[in-house]
């Protein structure tokens, strides 16, 4: 059997040797009612099976954004919402048959006995399969449609929130204590407790806890404009808060 990716049956329009035909106890225009092609005769295989009970072959599927008009479902861009699609047909022919009546990517069969196996990590895959060659319409084709679709799992879901909420956790506090030393003037907060370095070791930590999330993408997803730049951004207005308050407070009369 040859195994075809990304191709269309249709009904064999070609003429095959009329002495061949006989041996088979068909005619022309039974050949072409009931015989299918792949649409592009000069298609090569990717695989060849049949040969050995292993016989196996590997594939890739590029797998794209599944609601284009949902910005929110964007691939990466709406980590760890984003949703992903992808398909492959396959269409399988005799070779025997093929090579007997001397047509090439002759005989399309329906796949059976096939199994599709991958391993993913963080992903949870769905597949709907459709195999035309049940289908009576002559149009039909015959093909195995296999569609994909791609979601993070509820765990990859749960760090990421769990992140974001713990940033701006962080965040608060550190904008409360400032506002209680800077704006209330408690000076104390300035002089017993290191604020400062609190302030700047959390400016250099909630970045780095996006560096944790499972499959996180490249910078500039939903949850950076969400649970990290906001964070820097006020994180770092309350640092240099707190240190030019630390520059200007007097001393005490004692020193």
Known sequence: WN??????????????NATILQQYNITQEQLQSIIYRV????QPPIATLGMHPWDGVDTDIDFTQAKEEDPFAQPLFAYPFDVWQGSIVFAL???????TVN????????????????STLNWRIQVSANDTCRIEAEDAGCEL???????RPGLVKFAAILAVLVNWTSTIGIFLLTCESVVMRRTYILTETDILGVCVGALFALPSV?????????????????GIIPNIIIVSLCTTAIALSKLTMRRPKNE
């Open 93 to 99: 022919t005799d070779r025997r048959f093929s090579r």
């Open 210 to 226: 996006r560096a944790i999330l499972p499959g996180a993408p490249d910078f500039g997803a939903i949850i950076d404009l969400i």
């Open 103 to 118: 047509l090439t990517n002759s005989g399309v069969t329906s796949l059976y006995g096939a199994i599709l196996s991958d």
């Open 145 to 151: 449609h296999l569609d994909f679709t791609g979601r």
């Open 39 to 42: 649409d592009n005769t000069t």
């Open 3 to 16: 195994l075809y990716r990304d191709v269309k049956a249709v009904p064999e329009d070609r003429e095959a």
